[in-house]
């Protein structure tokens, strides 16, 4: 990955999370041990890409970004229905997942990477008690 990164002009950095057996109780429940990123920063600049731009470096690099649910030009969701929309399995994005486990939330962010939040699942919470 780092020799990836320096191929195209090293001032790239990925933010992203490891996944898999023996990490953070393995909530998906995958057999092998990955990294999905979900963030790419110019580093000099000091500025987080766009999407499109994220996507295409994760691509040239060769590592998987996190699942995108819905993409969109505009937003018009209340928080009721984010808390709903945050509700699922995590095997409805990563087909290897367990089949019954339920995903934490969802992550909302600007198409330009600069207005991020989440919204947790409130059946994760209540199981996780």
Known sequence: IEEKLRSLGGHLA???????PGIQKNRLGLK???FYAFNV???PANRRLSLDEALDVADKVGVQFVPIIE??????YSADELLEKAKGLYKDH???AR??????GIVIRSLCGLVSFKAINNDFLLKED
Request: charged content about 30%.
């Open 14 to 20: 990925l933010q992203g999370e490891i996944v898999g």
């Open 32 to 34: 092998n041990v990955d």
């Open 41 to 43: 920063v110019d580093v």
């Open 71 to 76: 993409r969109g030009e505009s937003f018009g």
């Open 94 to 96: 990563f087909p290897d």
């Open 99 to 104: 089949h019954n486990q339920e995903r934490e």
